[in-house]
């Protein structure tokens, strides 16, 4: 007898408005999750380095992502999302990474910002190229905020590289480790 | 109909589906009418409200195959009363429409896509109800009701939906217990509970989301349990059981809290005293001058 599998039981009713839901969710979801994590690990970068140089520099990108972290926040309960499960565990993780990192040296931290938000802007864009696939015009709302936070973190990204990141010592094993770690994350959070 | 469902797409089934219904349609009302009426029925809707509520047009034959299965099963739920959830029920309906029995096979999961249709056209049902009545609450603020009183009418309006069927009720959640249908059960009770809190006004994001959706679950479940045994008038007994769940989790949510205020004050004297024996002894030196 044809037994289907659980997806397709899942997937019974499955049809292009449900499929777009789905993709939405999930791309809210793991944004949400992202930049609650970069907000904690610039808390932790804070902590450290508050006082230092580049006490003023991190502030200035702590306020950015506390702004998208609002933003999703918002967008979590308007479009019907589900928030990760791993909430409590992101808020810990993103803190000791970046804490960790800071004690490393002001060069390190630069090195995890670098790291987090090449992946983050990856990320973005191809978030933004499934959104427009499915309809520009549809999703216009969301295409426009990912839009300009892929944007924010670009700057980030450029801000790292430009305040010594790559003298770090072990810059290449650093970048990787933290890279992979994201990368991680991103994909559990895109699922749970 | 039958060469443009060739000439679109993924083989024999859907060529099955077309023909299952241009037969029907040729016996009841004709060539012409009946390609009329297949015309309008494939113009789409646009509803542009909420992003929730957003269906946008579908695939042309994805969207016939759902909406015959969406007939079947609906016109199958007069036969659960004597048929139970079962491939006959479903058979039972599919004949009642002018198809053939054998239209039981599209569900090979057999009684329990009943269930799941029924289930998710009342989690429909409640969903609208309790938009309507928001939205009464929003232009009327007497009828303005506390959250608890809230989710309390939701949760017996919802069970309400289920009286219909109250006698193979048992059979229905017994399919749901099974490990193979309890994904969709979990996503049918997810549902059901994500609607209620959010028409509560519920907008959280964090892990309150799942812990307040967690006990929702297991107080609605608790109380559909206790209805299939309630013989008392009119399932008093059950809402007398809903309203005492629902102020034990107020209690328990009062009692957390109380609690942890409780031990935020003790972690200041506890640290004050720590402070102390260090002082004594010589080694708090951040605070020597």
Redesign the interface.
């Known amino acids: 007898?044809?037994?289907?599998s659980?997806i397709h039981?899942?997937r019974?009713?499955s049809?292009?408005?449900t499929r777009?839901r789905e993709l939405?969710d999930r791309i809210i979801r793991v944004d949400?999750a992202g930049e609650l994590g970069a907000d904690r690990i610039y808390a932790g970068q804070m902590a450290v380095l508050g006082k230092s140089s580049v006490g003023s520099v991190i502030q200035h990108m702590w306020d950015q992502e506390k702004e998208h972290k609002a933003k999703?926040?918002e967008l979590?309960?308007?479009?019907?999302v589900?928030?990760t499960?791993l909430?409590?565990i992101w808020n810990v993780a993103g803190y000791v990474l970046g804490a960790g990192t800071a004690l490393m040296g002001k060069e390190a931290a630069m090195a995890c910002t670098v790291a987090v938000e090449s992946v983050i802007i990856d990320h973005y864009n191809s978030q933004l190229r499934e959104l427009i696939s499915l309809?520009k015009e549809?999703n216009k709302e969301l295409v426009e905020i990912i839009k300009k936070f892929r944007d924010d973190e670009m700057d980030h990204h450029d801000t790292g590289l430009k305040h010594d990141a790559e003298l770090t010592p072990a810059y290449n094993a650093l970048t990787l480790v933290i890279k992979t770690g994201c990368k991680a994350a991103v994909w559990l959070s895109e699922r749970i | 109909y039958t060469c443009k469902a060739a000439m679109n797409s993924a083989g024999l089934n859907n060529l099955f589906l077309g023909f299952l219904q241009v037969s029907q349609r040729i016996r009841v009302g004709g060539v012409s009418a009946s390609s009329a009426a297949w015309m309008n029925e494939q113009a789409a809707e646009d509803r542009h409200t909420?992003?929730?509520d957003?269906?946008?047009?579908?695939?042309a034959n994805?969207?016939t195959e759902?909406q015959l299965?969406h007939q079947i099963l609906e016109a199958a739920l007069p036969f659960v009363h004597s048929r139970g959830w079962s491939q006959d029920a479903i058979a039972q309906g599919a004949e009642s429409l002018g198809y053939s029995s054998m239209a039981h096979g599209m569900f090979?999961?057999g009684g329990v896509?009943l269930v799941?249709h029924f289930y998710a056209q009342c989690n429909t049902r409640l969903h609208e109800s309790l938009k309507t009545t928001v939205n009464e609450m929003e232009k009327n603020p007497q009828l303005k009701k506390g959250t608890t009183t809230f989710i309390a009418d939701a949760i017996e309006e919802r069970l309400r939906m289920n009286i219909e069927f109250i006698d193979s009720w048992a059979e229905a959640l017994a399919l749901h217990a099974s490990p193979?249908?309890a994904?969709?059960a979990l996503?049918n009770i997810g549902t059901l509970v994500?609607h209620i809190w959010?028409h509560a006004g519920?907008?959280?994001?964090?892990?309150g989301?799942?812990t307040k959706r967690g006990i929702l679950a297991a107080v609605y479940k608790s109380s559909e349990l206790c209805m299939l045994q309630d013989k008392s008038e009119d399932f008093q007994d059950t809402w007398t059981f809903l309203n005492r769940r629902l102020s034990d989790v107020h209690k328990i949510s009062k009692y957390s809290h109380d609690a942890s205020s409780y031990t935020k004050d003790f972690s200041q004297v506890a640290k004050a005293g720590i402070f102390t024996v260090l002082n004594i002894m010589g080694m708090n030196s951040k605070s020597r001058s």
Request: no cysteine.
């Open positions: 007898m044809y037994r289907p659980i039981g899942l019974l009713y049809t292009k408005s777009k939405i949400h999703f926040e979590i309960p308007k479009y019907r589900r928030p499960v909430v409590p309809g549809e | 909420l992003p929730e957003d269906d946008s047009l579908d695939d994805k969207g759902e299965k090979p999961s896509d799941n193979r249908n994904a969709m996503r994500d959010y519920d907008r959280s994001y964090d892990f989301w799942y």
